[in-house]
Protein backbone atom coordinates (compact mmCIF):
# COMPACT_ATOMS: atom_id res chain seq x y z
CA UNK A 1 0.00 0.00 0.00
CA UNK A 2 2.47 2.70 0.94
CA UNK A 3 4.70 1.98 -2.06
CA UNK A 4 1.72 2.92 -4.50
CA UNK A 5 0.84 5.91 -2.46
CA UNK A 6 4.35 7.00 -3.16
CA UNK A 7 5.12 6.60 -6.43
CA UNK A 8 4.55 8.84 -8.88
CA UNK A 9 1.51 8.72 -11.16
CA UNK A 10 1.32 10.03 -14.17
CA UNK A 11 -1.36 13.13 -13.76
CA UNK A 12 -3.90 14.09 -16.57
CA UNK A 13 -6.22 17.24 -16.98
CA UNK A 14 -9.89 16.11 -18.44
CA UNK A 15 -12.27 19.07 -19.49
CA UNK A 16 -15.63 17.79 -18.00
CA UNK A 17 -18.37 19.96 -19.52
CA UNK A 18 -21.97 20.21 -17.41
CA UNK A 19 -25.50 20.45 -19.41
CA UNK A 20 -28.67 19.96 -18.09
CA UNK A 21 -31.85 21.68 -17.85
CA UNK A 22 -32.04 24.70 -15.67
CA UNK A 23 -32.76 23.92 -11.91
CA UNK A 24 -31.94 19.90 -12.04
CA UNK A 25 -28.94 20.39 -10.18
CA UNK A 26 -25.76 20.62 -12.13
CA UNK A 27 -24.00 22.89 -9.71
CA UNK A 28 -25.16 21.25 -6.49
CA UNK A 29 -23.60 18.15 -7.92
CA UNK A 30 -20.33 20.08 -8.69
CA UNK A 31 -20.24 21.53 -5.02
CA UNK A 32 -21.09 18.24 -3.41
CA UNK A 33 -17.98 16.57 -5.22
CA UNK A 34 -15.59 19.53 -5.33
CA UNK A 35 -16.50 20.93 -1.75
CA UNK A 36 -18.52 17.91 -0.09
CA UNK A 37 -21.21 20.80 0.77
CA UNK A 38 -25.02 21.25 -0.06
CA UNK A 39 -26.48 24.47 -0.19
CA UNK A 40 -30.79 24.70 -0.05
CA UNK A 41 -32.06 27.30 -2.24
CA UNK A 42 -29.13 27.46 -4.21
CA UNK A 43 -28.95 30.64 -6.55
CA UNK A 44 -28.34 30.12 -9.72
CA UNK A 45 -24.92 30.45 -10.78
CA UNK A 46 -23.71 33.61 -12.06
CA UNK A 47 -20.69 34.01 -14.22
CA UNK A 48 -19.08 31.10 -15.30
CA UNK A 49 -17.55 28.77 -12.72
CA UNK A 50 -14.64 26.85 -13.39
CA UNK A 51 -13.72 24.43 -10.49
CA UNK A 52 -10.60 21.83 -10.49
CA UNK A 53 -10.98 18.36 -8.71
CA UNK A 54 -8.64 15.68 -8.56
CA UNK A 55 -9.75 12.15 -8.42
CA UNK A 56 -6.87 9.38 -7.77
CA UNK A 57 -7.19 6.16 -9.62
CA UNK A 58 -5.10 3.32 -9.03
CA UNK A 59 -2.91 3.89 -11.65
CA UNK A 60 -3.19 7.35 -12.60
CA UNK A 61 -4.32 10.74 -11.49
CA UNK A 62 -6.98 12.80 -13.11
CA UNK A 63 -7.41 16.14 -12.90
CA UNK A 64 -11.24 17.34 -13.56
CA UNK A 65 -11.55 20.60 -15.03
CA UNK A 66 -15.27 21.10 -14.66
CA UNK A 67 -17.03 23.97 -16.51
CA UNK A 68 -20.40 24.79 -15.11
CA UNK A 69 -22.76 26.61 -17.09
CA UNK A 70 -23.40 30.41 -15.83
CA UNK A 71 -27.21 29.66 -16.32
CA UNK A 72 -27.60 30.49 -19.67
CA UNK A 73 -29.44 27.10 -20.08
CA UNK A 74 -32.15 29.08 -18.55
CA UNK A 75 -32.44 31.35 -21.48
CA UNK A 76 -30.60 29.87 -24.69
CA UNK A 77 -28.99 26.63 -25.78
CA UNK A 78 -25.37 26.84 -24.89
CA UNK A 79 -23.00 27.77 -27.46
CA UNK A 80 -21.34 24.72 -28.57
CA UNK A 81 -17.44 26.38 -28.11
CA UNK A 82 -18.95 25.01 -23.77
CA UNK A 83 -18.58 21.86 -24.55
CA UNK A 84 -16.09 21.88 -27.85
CA UNK A 85 -12.46 19.82 -26.36
CA UNK A 86 -14.46 18.07 -23.27
CA UNK A 87 -13.59 14.56 -23.03
CA UNK A 88 -16.54 14.29 -20.51
CA UNK A 89 -19.74 15.58 -20.01
CA UNK A 90 -22.48 15.09 -16.76
CA UNK A 91 -25.65 15.23 -18.52
CA UNK A 92 -28.08 15.92 -15.50
CA UNK A 93 -31.74 15.89 -15.35
CA UNK A 94 -33.95 15.99 -12.40
CA UNK A 95 -35.62 12.80 -11.75
CA UNK A 96 -39.15 14.18 -10.25
CA UNK A 97 -39.42 16.24 -13.44
CA UNK A 98 -39.86 14.07 -16.71
CA UNK A 99 -39.07 17.03 -19.15
CA UNK A 100 -35.54 17.39 -17.81
CA UNK A 101 -34.86 13.98 -19.04
CA UNK A 102 -36.08 15.20 -22.30
CA UNK A 103 -34.04 17.82 -22.29
CA UNK A 104 -30.94 15.80 -21.15
CA UNK A 105 -31.88 13.40 -23.89
CA UNK A 106 -31.30 16.67 -26.74
CA UNK A 107 -27.85 17.03 -25.48
CA UNK A 108 -27.10 14.33 -25.49
CA UNK A 109 -27.75 14.09 -29.06
CA UNK A 110 -26.24 16.86 -29.80
CA UNK A 111 -22.94 15.86 -27.86
CA UNK A 112 -22.86 12.61 -30.28
CA UNK A 113 -23.21 15.17 -33.24
CA UNK A 114 -21.14 17.85 -32.36
CA UNK A 115 -18.53 17.09 -29.56
CA UNK A 116 -15.22 15.20 -29.52
CA UNK A 117 -15.98 11.44 -30.91
CA UNK A 118 -14.18 10.07 -27.82
CA UNK A 119 -15.98 12.23 -25.00
CA UNK A 120 -17.61 10.40 -22.47
CA UNK A 121 -20.55 11.04 -21.29
CA UNK A 122 -22.59 10.34 -17.68
CA UNK A 123 -26.67 10.55 -17.57
CA UNK A 124 -27.21 11.45 -13.73
CA UNK A 125 -30.74 11.66 -12.68
CA UNK A 126 -30.62 13.67 -9.44
CA UNK A 127 -32.90 14.32 -6.57
CA UNK A 128 -32.82 10.66 -5.24
CA UNK A 129 -33.47 12.10 -1.78
CA UNK A 130 -36.76 12.94 -3.37
CA UNK A 131 -38.02 9.19 -3.76
CA UNK A 132 -38.72 6.84 -1.64
CA UNK A 133 -35.89 4.71 -2.62
CA UNK A 134 -34.09 3.29 0.48
CA UNK A 135 -30.68 3.59 -0.65
CA UNK A 136 -30.88 7.35 -1.38
CA UNK A 137 -29.68 8.29 2.36
CA UNK A 138 -33.16 9.65 3.49
CA UNK A 139 -34.88 6.82 4.57
CA UNK A 140 -37.45 8.17 6.37
CA UNK A 141 -39.98 7.72 3.90
CA UNK A 142 -39.59 3.85 4.23
CA UNK A 143 -42.60 1.74 3.85
CA UNK A 144 -44.67 4.43 3.48
CA UNK A 145 -46.35 4.72 -0.17
CA UNK A 146 -47.78 7.95 -2.63
CA UNK A 147 -46.99 11.32 -2.94
CA UNK A 148 -47.88 12.01 1.11
CA UNK A 149 -44.62 10.02 1.69
CA UNK A 150 -42.87 12.13 -0.34
CA UNK A 151 -42.18 9.75 -3.27
CA UNK A 152 -41.65 12.57 -6.08
CA UNK A 153 -40.32 10.16 -8.26
CA UNK A 154 -41.23 10.82 -12.13
CA UNK A 155 -38.60 9.14 -14.09
CA UNK A 156 -38.16 5.63 -13.50
CA UNK A 157 -34.68 4.19 -13.12
CA UNK A 158 -35.59 1.20 -16.09
CA UNK A 159 -36.91 4.24 -18.45
CA UNK A 160 -33.33 6.31 -17.78
CA UNK A 161 -31.04 2.99 -17.25
CA UNK A 162 -32.29 1.81 -20.93
CA UNK A 163 -31.82 4.63 -22.31
CA UNK A 164 -28.65 4.89 -21.20
CA UNK A 165 -27.38 1.83 -22.18
CA UNK A 166 -29.09 1.94 -25.94
CA UNK A 167 -26.70 5.36 -26.28
CA UNK A 168 -23.70 3.95 -24.42
CA UNK A 169 -23.54 6.52 -21.15
CA UNK A 170 -22.65 5.97 -18.35
CA UNK A 171 -25.91 5.91 -16.00
CA UNK A 172 -26.04 7.38 -12.00
CA UNK A 173 -29.03 7.86 -9.70
CA UNK A 174 -27.56 10.67 -7.43
CA UNK A 175 -28.45 12.81 -4.82
CA UNK A 176 -26.32 16.18 -4.15
CA UNK A 177 -28.19 17.05 -1.21
CA UNK A 178 -27.45 13.92 1.25
CA UNK A 179 -24.32 12.86 -1.69
CA UNK A 180 -25.31 9.70 -2.65
CA UNK A 181 -23.16 8.56 -5.69
CA UNK A 182 -21.88 11.59 -6.34
CA UNK A 183 -18.23 11.15 -6.33
CA UNK A 184 -19.12 7.59 -8.12
CA UNK A 185 -19.98 9.63 -10.83
CA UNK A 186 -16.67 11.18 -11.44
CA UNK A 187 -15.04 7.81 -10.84
CA UNK A 188 -16.39 6.21 -13.04
CA UNK A 189 -15.72 9.22 -15.74
CA UNK A 190 -12.21 8.99 -14.98
CA UNK A 191 -11.68 5.24 -15.48
CA UNK A 192 -13.93 5.52 -18.44
CA UNK A 193 -11.92 7.95 -19.96
CA UNK A 194 -9.77 6.36 -23.02
CA UNK A 195 -5.52 6.56 -22.24
CA UNK A 196 -5.56 7.57 -25.89
CA UNK A 197 -7.25 11.21 -24.57
CA UNK A 198 -5.28 11.60 -21.77
CA UNK A 199 -2.95 14.21 -22.13
CA UNK A 200 -0.25 14.89 -19.37
CA UNK A 201 -0.33 18.30 -17.40
CA UNK A 202 2.32 20.25 -17.18
CA UNK A 203 3.01 18.69 -13.86
CA UNK A 204 2.29 19.08 -10.65
CA UNK A 205 0.42 22.06 -9.10
CA UNK A 206 0.25 24.10 -12.24
CA UNK A 207 -2.76 25.23 -13.10
CA UNK A 208 -3.67 26.28 -16.72
CA UNK A 209 -6.86 27.87 -15.02
CA UNK A 210 -8.05 30.67 -17.40
CA UNK A 211 -8.87 33.67 -15.42
CA UNK A 212 -12.85 34.12 -16.11
CA UNK A 213 -12.59 37.71 -13.87
CA UNK A 214 -14.96 36.15 -11.53
CA UNK A 215 -14.09 36.29 -7.74
CA UNK A 216 -14.98 33.27 -6.22
CA UNK A 217 -15.39 31.25 -9.31
CA UNK A 218 -11.59 29.10 -9.34
CA UNK A 219 -12.09 26.07 -6.48
CA UNK A 220 -9.20 24.20 -5.88
CA UNK A 221 -9.36 22.27 -2.99
CA UNK A 222 -6.50 20.45 -3.31
CA UNK A 223 -3.91 21.69 -1.63
CA UNK A 224 -0.12 21.01 -3.20
CA UNK A 225 0.39 17.50 -1.01
CA UNK A 226 -3.35 15.98 -1.25
CA UNK A 227 -3.38 12.41 0.40
CA UNK A 228 -3.00 9.98 -2.23
CA UNK A 229 -6.35 7.76 -1.46
CA UNK A 230 -8.22 6.53 -4.06
CA UNK A 231 -10.96 7.73 -5.85
CA UNK A 232 -12.33 11.41 -6.15
CA UNK A 233 -11.29 13.41 -3.23
CA UNK A 234 -14.27 14.72 -1.27
N1 LIG B 1 -33.79 17.82 -2.82
C1 LIG B 1 -32.75 18.11 -3.63
N2 LIG B 1 -32.61 19.36 -4.10
C2 LIG B 1 -31.54 19.61 -4.91
C3 LIG B 1 -30.61 18.61 -5.25
N3 LIG B 1 -29.67 19.16 -6.06
C4 LIG B 1 -30.03 20.45 -6.21
N4 LIG B 1 -31.13 20.74 -5.51
C5 LIG B 1 -31.83 22.04 -5.43
O1 LIG B 1 -32.31 22.36 -6.71
C6 LIG B 1 -32.18 23.75 -6.97
C7 LIG B 1 -31.35 23.98 -8.24
O2 LIG B 1 -30.01 23.52 -8.02
P1 LIG B 1 -28.79 24.06 -8.90
O3 LIG B 1 -27.61 23.30 -8.47
O4 LIG B 1 -28.73 25.55 -8.88
O5 LIG B 1 -29.25 23.60 -10.37
P2 LIG B 1 -28.62 24.01 -11.79
O6 LIG B 1 -29.45 25.15 -12.30
O7 LIG B 1 -28.81 22.79 -12.64
O8 LIG B 1 -27.20 24.36 -11.58
C8 LIG B 1 -31.54 24.36 -5.73
O9 LIG B 1 -32.57 24.90 -4.91
C9 LIG B 1 -30.89 23.18 -5.05
O10 LIG B 1 -30.80 23.35 -3.66
C10 LIG B 1 -30.79 17.28 -4.71
O11 LIG B 1 -30.04 16.33 -4.95
N5 LIG B 1 -31.89 17.11 -3.91
MG1 LIG C 1 -26.16 26.11 -12.08
Not at 112 to 139: F, H, M, W, Y
Not at 162 to 183: I, R
Request: with cysteine.
Amino acid sequence: MADSANAPKPSSSVKLVLLGEAAVGKSSLVLRFVNNDFQENKEPTIGAAFLTQKCNLPSRTIKFEIWDTAGQERFASLAPMYYRNAQAALVVYDLTKPTSLIKAKHWVAELQRQASPGIVIALVGNKLDLTNDSESGQGDAEGAEGEESGDARKVSTDEAKSYAEEENLLFFETSAKTGHNVSEVFTAIANAIPETSLKSTRGPGVSNAVGRGGDEQRVNLNGPREAAKEGCAC
